[in-house]
């Protein structure tokens, strides 16, 4: 059995999340000539960020050191130590869907994500992120996702409470002894034969933020099952059990056999969507997870609430007029 207590490594001195939201944490090196300033050190090492900005930062108390003790524009700069700096949140659009705590122990918290909703800070997101709700929620500042999953996806998801925890959870996955079933609406192909695999190597695209298949040794692999089709063909439910965890593994699996993700926003076509628009969401559910959990060693299974319903709308509905 794994010891995952929270000892003093989970318990380093960081300063608090401030509304869910941890600061971010910066070594200062030894570098000639030496800055006048931690002022002046990072404006010049984050040039995209204004001046104008990061004097404010500093007015708001939003540049600190290990004690959570608000640094001034005028502090010196002293190379060996550690500072924090919390994001500027700017205006976000608030993401309307709630997420649901499946189960909870010690080590483990267990959540059912919707649709929408960034897992951690990212870009622009910061705020409105599942694991910026959660820290407020539960006050839990060591709280981290285990995994990922896109913006897009709803379903479950696990995170550590502690920072060993975590390096026995994420070791489980690297080793590939978590399953994960996942179920998706997608346009029909009525020529592929169920049940199939794929095995596809799959590199970065044009956008990077997007995946292609390529010729080489495959480096993903998906097992798909037929659970049911539409009545008049056009769609079907299927369940998809991926062994290897690629970004967009699952959407472009699906679109490489001619069965598009319904309200698939980059395959087979690029379609950019407003921030604040959440109609017609990705139908990609991660449906259940099940593992022996490498600190108990009890044998674990969770299952999203939330379903995925084949379309029961008129045919020349626009909505179901490709992707």
Known sequence: MIDCSNRSSDAMTVPPTKEGI????????????????IFAY????FGHITTDEWRQRFDDGLVCDALGQALSVETPYQH???IYYYRAVAAEP???????IL?????LLVV???HFLTVAPAGRYVKQTLLTRLK???GNELLSPIHRLDKETAGVMLFAKTILARKAYQAQFADRQIQKTYHAITHHNLDVLFPCELHLNLQRGVPFYTMQVVDGVPNTHTKIHLMEQSDDGRFAKVQLIPTTGKLHQLRVHLNHLGMPILND????MLCHKADDDFANPLQLLAKNLTFIDPITQQSMFFESSRQLKLPSMALDDPNLDGI
């Open 94 to 100: 608030v993401v309307p869907f709630l997420h649901e």
């Open 42 to 45: 990072v404006c010049q090492k």
């Open 22 to 37: 941890s600061p971010s944490r910066l070594y200062l090196p030894k570098i000639e000539p030496m800055p006048m300033s």
């Open 80 to 82: 060996g130590q550690t």
């Open 136 to 138: 407020e929620q539960t």
């Open 112 to 114: 059912d994500k919707p």
């Open 103 to 107: 189960y909870e122990n010690e080590h």
């Open 265 to 268: 926003p980059f395959y087979p």
